[in-house]
């Protein structure tokens, strides 16, 4: 192992609450969110590039919100703060969701091009309609459950280009003020979910140190309101 680098642990019990926070979209709302639950997050405003950090009694460790279930299911982080379309989307990811945190709202939505029938001829022609995204899971599941089939075609980079290239008949997407969707000749067609930040919490961490996870949960909850 090269000088200077650790083997990466689980955290022990009765060390400091290791807590997964979001970078990206939700990470200026979750600071603003600590900072009134009194927990300090000047070092993490600040320019260091650090992924991990010590404030208030917390370990804070920074990741992609995508990440934030896995590390609370793996018991590497015992509490985490991600989108309610992250959970959907890993809805089988062994973590208890505790608060709705109400920041961060956004609308995952079906959007197909303006003034467009393709998603309802395909439908009627075909028999599905040929869906891109970046949430398969979720996209499959709100087909399913509305009886309709979607050939649901996973795509990583920008989604509105599929209806327009001709990948897709339509796209499931998370949108908050819809704009990109307009500047691209796209309408939502239905509302799937509204999705919101919330707070995770590891199985096993829930049941060994409850009073410590109680606490901040409680913090975070007036902090929210």
């Given amino acids: 192992m090269s000088a200077g680098l650790s083997r990466p642990t689980r955290p022990l ?7 997964a926070l979001p970078r990206g979209a939700l990470f200026d709302g979750t600071l603003d969110l600590l900072d009134r639950a009194g927990v300090d997050t000047a070092e993490l405003r600040g320019p260091s590039r650090s992924l991990i950090f010590e404030s208030s009694g917390l370990v804070l460790v920074t990741m992609r919100p995508s990440d934030v279930p896995t590390y609370v299911e793996a018991g590497a982080a015992d509490l985490g703060i991600t989108g309610k379309d992250v959970l959907s989307e890993q809805a089988d990811r062994a973590v208890y969701e505790l608060l709705d945190l109400g920041y961060g709202e956004c609308r995952m939505v079906v959007a197909a091009p303006a ?21 398969p899971r979720i996209a499959e599941r709100h087909f399913e459950e509305t009886g309709r089939r979607a050939e649901v075609i996973e795509v990583k980079g920008s989604v509105e280009l599929a209806p327009i290239a001709g990948l897709a008949d339509a796209i499931v997407d998370l949108v908050d003020t819809g704009r990109t969707l307009r500047d691209n000749g796209l309408e939502v067609r239905e509302e799937i979910a509204v999705c919101t930040a919330r707070l995770v919490a590891n199985r096993v961490a829930h049941k060994l140190r409850a009073a410590e996870i109680d606490e901040l949960s409680e913090r975070l909850r007036g902090a929210a309101s």
């Avoid at 019990?13 to 807590?19: A, K």
């Avoid at 003034?115 to 949430?135: N, S, V």
């Fill in 13 to 19: 019990p009765g060390g400091p609450l290791r807590v």
């Fill in 115 to 135: 003034g467009d029938d393709r998603m309802e001829e395909g439908a009627r022609r075909l028999g599905a309609i040929r869906i891109a995204t970046k949430y």
